[in-house]
């Protein structure tokens, strides 16, 4: 099965691939690598999820806002592979960015959004190393951010 077909049986859509808003590209391919830039946490129909984990919303809501950050960062691979999906070779890594209260101490599984929607697109190929990490603040008040490093054929 391809990545489109699994993306279909998930039930997900991939949003439009945005261009930056800042002085610095979306994506950038390197050797066999492809970076992307950070992607913000944006639902459905485009707002922003804006907000504080541990006061505005719990993990499981975090959860959702980071799943959506792994949809727009398989939109801009997407972009980046000019639209041939079967160009990503393997996930090597993800960074995600929490926007959460002092106390919040669930960043890891907040971030467990963007890692188990990659693992579940991309199959073994979605296996990554990771880091998770509270902020006090992020990008137009978004609650989550996340970046990826992707190895590509």
Known sequence: ??????????????????????????????G?????SGQISIDEDG????????????????YKAAERCALNIISQAKKACANDLSKIKSC???TGFVNSTDDFIEQPKVINGA???????????????????????????????VDAIFEIK
Request: hydrophobic residues 40%.
């Open 92 to 94: 090597v890594k993800l």
């Open 47 to 62: 707002n922003l999820i804006k907000g504080k984990v541990g006061k505005d919303f719990n993990t499981d809501q975090a």
């Open 1 to 30: 099965m391809n990545i489109e077909e699994k993306l279909k049986e998930l039930s997900f859509t991939l949003p439009k691939a945005t261009d930056p808003v800042g002085s610095y590209v979306a994506t950038k391919i390197s």
């Open 32 to 36: 066999n690598l492809l970076y992307i």
């Open 115 to 145: 890692s188990d929607l990659i693992k579940k697109v991309f199959g073994d190929n979605g296996t990554h190393t990771r880091a998770a990490v509270s902020t006090n603040s992020l990008p137009l008040g978004v609650a989550v951010e």
